[in-house]
């Protein structure tokens, strides 16, 4: 849709008050609320650049008090109506099938229950959102991938489990997206691209890997006289290089793309 306006609703609760998986060491349970934090106030700096480079006409902020349900029904209403395609990015927390806002949180019925709501509001039975992509960075955002499609959304893109690496993984695929990448690759090409960030924190296990060859060995055969040295093949497990298995938060992280994976900007 390279002629139809775009818009960017940016969904940004940045309080850290969702907790994080129990077991999950405090430290690094700070630096993961902390990184979330700093992801959704950067979308603050680069609110007139995203404008300004022409790819969006308009950016909604709804960030901290502004992060409700009421706001995102408002600006999908709004920027529908005004004929232009959005897309809404969600900063922050969440968890199996949760999506933490501001003092409330939506579920899988609170967000396919925004048609209907639209509907009623701008009383007309066939009221569409002009919905295209949703990424989210919130813990198991993969949850919620069917509940956006089924309010309209072409593709919809969410961690697998915990995100533990929001960034720089969300502003790889902003830009892979917005330079025309189809949303599967650019979630893959974001996913892949951030993980030597984390290497150091999450580190992989390594696993030396072994494999079967024949070898011929000296055998005295005994049921001859006199003995005689022959050769027999035996079996035997040697090294044949090394498994680097990735950490479990590195699996936990990666992007599911639900829809359609070959839509584009």
Not at 26 to 36: E, F, M
Not at 44 to 69: A, F, M, P
Not at 106 to 129: H, Q
Not at 242 to 262: F, K, M, Q, S
Request: aromatic share 6%; net charge negative.
């Amino acid at each position: 849709m390279p002629n139809q306006e775009k818009a960017l609703i940016v969904l940004q609760e940045n309080t850290g008050q969702i907790s994080l998986p129990p077991n999950l060491p405090v430290p690094l349970a700070t630096a993961v609320r902390r990184v979330i934090d700093a992801v959704a106030e950067t979308f603050e700096e680069i609110k007139t650049s995203l404008q300004g480079s022409g790819r969006y006409t308009q950016v909604v902020l709804l960030t901290d008090v502004l992060c409700t349900r009421v706001q995102l029904l408002r600006g999908l209403i709004e920027q529908t109506r005004r004929g232009r395609v959005i897309d809404l990015v969600v900063l922050g927390h969440g968890w199996n099938e949760h999506l933490q806002l501001h003092n409330e949180t939506l579920t899988n019925s609170t967000i396919r229950s925004l048609l209907s709501e639209a509907r009623r509001t701008v009383n007309d039975d066939a009221f569409k959102f002009n919905l295209r992509m949703v990424y989210m960075c919130n813990c198991h955002g993969s949850t919620l991938n069917d509940d956006w499609l089924a309010i309209g959304a072409a593709a919809a893109v969410g961690s697998q489990q915990n995100d533990y690496m929001p960034e720089p993984m969300t502003t790889f695929f902003i830009h892979n997206w917005m330079d025309g990448q189809p949303v599967q690759q650019a979630a893959n090409n974001a996913y892949r691209a951030t993980i030597p960030f984390y290497t150091v924190v999450y580190p992989p296990t390594l696993r030396l890997k072994m494999k079967t060859v024949s070898q011929d060995v000296p055998h005295l055969d005994t049921s001859v006289f006199p003995p005689r040295l022959r050769t027999r093949t035996i079996s035997v497990e040697v090294p044949d290089g090394v498994d680097i298995i990735p950490h479990p938060y590195i699996n936990e992280t990666e992007l599911l793309v639900g829809g359609d994976r070959a839509l584009r900007f």
